[in-house]
């Protein structure tokens, strides 16, 4: 376990690389008995300081939700990341690519809660009883480390890569559609480039919600009304360039787009 003094200054190098997009060294190199446990506390050090600066906490992203995405990292279960208010977008947005450090783009549903959500023992009915309504949204992925060599102990220091997020398409009821064959084409500059279907994670979107709950319960923590959960994507990121213009058409459930200037 690293000490309080460590996590601290691992906390303030990625403060500072969110605001020159120069990411910092591995952690795992620098920090080779680094845990996830340690990189939760940096998270949760990072968010604390980015909430004095002035931010406002409005959800949570799952990220490693899929077998191939947890395959490919060596961990079992998903991770999660912090959403700030200057996070969220509407569909139709110019985003700024240089606002993120070679970003990526995934596919998602995003679940807004119409009440509060907590663990542990909390189960998918419980999130589904809970939640307003599940719309369409993009996930831009970050990166405040080096990309190259990374794993699982640096993405989630790394706010799980979150960068920001573009809600857009037709908001349904959780009941109102089988959420598990949600599906969405995924166009760069009007060439398709993914596809997938949201049962692609964990075999139910709704899954990812109520493993958070019942994982930030043992940080007595808890998922609130009004807040928006990312669930988790159901294609391979997409990486992006200035001037490209992103699309996720989800059939029934509208679409998404924005472009990066």
């Not at 419980?126 to 060599?149: C, F, H, K, Q």
């Not at 043992?218 to 988790?232: Q, V």
Request: with cysteine; net charge negative.
């Amino acid at each position: 376990m690293l000490d309080p003094q460590t996590i601290s200054q691992i906390a303030d190098e990625l403060l500072d690389a969110a605001r020159t997009r120069t990411p910092v060294p591995l952690l795992t190199a620098r920090y080779p008995g680094m845990t996830v446990e340690d990189s939760y506390a940096v998270q949760r050090l990072w968010r604390r300081r980015n909430e004095d600066a002035g931010r406002t906490l409005v959800g949570r992203k799952i990220g490693l939700t899929s077998r191939a995405m947890q395959a490919a990292t060596g961990i079992t279960e998903p991770d999660y990341g912090a959403i700030f208010d200057d996070m969220v977008f509407e569909t139709g947005c110019s985003v700024s690519w240089d606002a993120y450090t070679r970003p990526r783009v995934e596919v998602e549903l995003a679940f807004v809660l119409k009440t509060d959500l907590t663990g542990p023992g909390c189960t998918i009915v419980d999130v589904l009883n809970a939640t307003d309504y599940v719309v369409p949204a993009l996930e831009i992925l970050d990166s405040r480390i080096e990309m190259e060599g990374r794993t699982i102990v640096d993405t989630i220091s790394d706010n799980a890569a979150m960068g920001a997020m573009v809600v857009g398409g037709r908001p349904v009821r959780p009941d109102a559609v089988d959420l598990r064959w949600v599906s969405a084409i995924l166009y760069k500059n009007q060439v398709v480039e993914e596809t997938g279907v949201a049962a692609g994670v964990l075999d139910h979107p709704a899954r990812g919600v109520h493993w958070l709950a019942n994982k930030i319960a043992a940080h007595g923590d808890g998922l609130h009304a009004g807040d928006i959960i990312l669930a988790g994507s159901f294609t391979r990121p997409l990486w992006v360039d200035r001037g490209d213009t992103v699309h996720a058409d989800y059939g029934p459930l509208g679409a998404v787009t924005c472009r990066f200037h």
